[in-house]
């Protein structure tokens, strides 16, 4: 299916079951775009544990009060494997870099 735009893109996921999970692939733009909308209720996040030098950032700030005055919560790992599906522990290590896979809720 192909959409000229994330509302078309949720409309057609609303209207055309069994459809009940939508992932935005980013960009940047797209992320910011996305999370601007009512239907964004869910964050699945691979929180980096080092700082890179980079010219784009996840438009929204996850990190301590910032969070939790838009909406969102932070779920346990059992929660995020739960909904996701995935085994094993949210914490990992490859090639040297240490990473989390975060769930974040909007209530």
Not at 66 to 87: C, H, I, M, P, Q
């Amino acid at each position: 299916v192909r959409v000229s735009s994330l509302e078309q893109a949720v409309e057609f996921a609303r209207t055309h079951p069994p459809i009940s999970r939508v992932f935005v692939m980013g960009g940047g733009q797209i992320y910011d775009a996305a999370l601007r909308m009512d239907a964004a209720k869910r964050v699945l996040l691979t929180s980096i544990e080092r700082e890179y030098e980079c010219d784009t950032f996840f438009g929204l700030d996850l990190r301590g009060d910032a969070a939790r005055s838009l909406g969102w919560r932070r779920k346990e790992s059992d929660e995020w494997r739960e909904w996701t599906g995935e085994v094993g522990d949210a914490k990992m290590e490859e090639g040297g870099v240490r990473y989390e896979w975060q769930m974040w809720e909007r209530e």
